[in-house]
T-cell receptor
Framework: AQKVTQAQTEISVVEKEDVTLDCVYE???????LFWYKQPPSGELVFLIR??????QNEISGRYSWNFQKSTSSFNFTITASQVVDSAVYFC????????????FGTGTRLQVFP | GAVVSQHPSRVICKSGTSVKIECRSL??????MFWYRQFPKQSLMLMAT?????????EQGVEKDKFLINHASLTLSTLTVTSAHPEDSSFYIC?????????????FGPGTRLTVT
């Protein structure tokens, strides 16, 4: 069965701290896609990244970086030098190749960055 | 970038009435749109997949007669919550897949907060 687990319900940090949001997934498929989305207080979901299961290279985009480890079925997200504007709920999601339309979301991690 | 709009952003209705929510892709065509439901402080759950010109595909446990979906054009899908009850109060989010773009990326609308009194 497919499942996405975000064990951290809420994280609070002070500005400029680094923070890592964990994501562990379960799937029987060998081909799948992993995503991270940001949901600010306004409610809309903002796409951050998509990674396919054959690409284990870590990715960096500005202050954001992602660590994909197939051996531990994890796709963790790190924000470096956090800012108040990073405060939001972050969702990790999975879709399997045979059901590419279906996004299975984790329960989300609420990040609060204090000044 | 691709933009998806939803209308209304908030709606309050009385129990027993029906509410229609619109989802539009503003600068791209979408043969497929998706409807999600999000309870407070919870995750998004896919309710149904809306296909232009054909019937929607509902996820297990979602009542198709209660949540009517119509995808009449390549840029518009509507979700009608019929005979709404307080337990239908939730945040409804739609997404759309760009016909000409990435196969796997869904663009999300800003959501509609429904409160049934």
């Amino acid at each position: 069965a497919q499942k996405v687990t975000q064990a951290q319900t809420e994280i609070s940090v002070v500005e400029k701290e680094d923070v890592t949001l964990d994501c562990v997934y379960e799937t029987r498929d060998t081909t799948y896609y992993l995503f991270w989305y940001k949901q600010p207080p306004s409610g809309e979901l903002v796409f951050l990244i998509r990674r396919n299961s054959f690409d284990e290279q870590n990715e960096i985009s500005g202050r954001y970086s992602w660590n994909f480890q197939k051996s531990t079925s994890s796709f963790n997200f790190t924000i470096t030098a956090s800012q108040v504007v990073d405060s939001a709920v972050y969702f990790c999601a999975l879709s399997e190749a045979r059901h590419t339309d279906k996004l299975i979301f984790g329960t989300g991690t609420r990040l609060q960055v204090f000044p | 970038g691709a933009v998806v709009s939803q209308h209304p952003s908030r709606v309050i209705c009385k129990s027993g009435t029906s509410v229609k929510i619109e989802c539009r892709s503003l600068d791209f065509q979408a043969t497929t749109m998706f409807w999600y439901r999000q309870f407070p402080k919870q995750s998004l759950m896919l309710m149904a997949t809306s296909n232009e010109g054909s019937k929607a595909t509902y996820e297990q446990g979602v009542e198709k007669d209660k949540f009517l979906i119509n995808h009449a054009s390549l840029t518009l899908s509507t979700l009608t919550v019929t005979s709404a009850h307080p337990e239908d109060s939730s945040f409804y989010i739609c997404s759309a897949r760009d016909l000409a773009g990435s196969t796997y990326e869904q663009y999300f609308g800003p959501g509609t907060r429904l409160t049934v009194t």
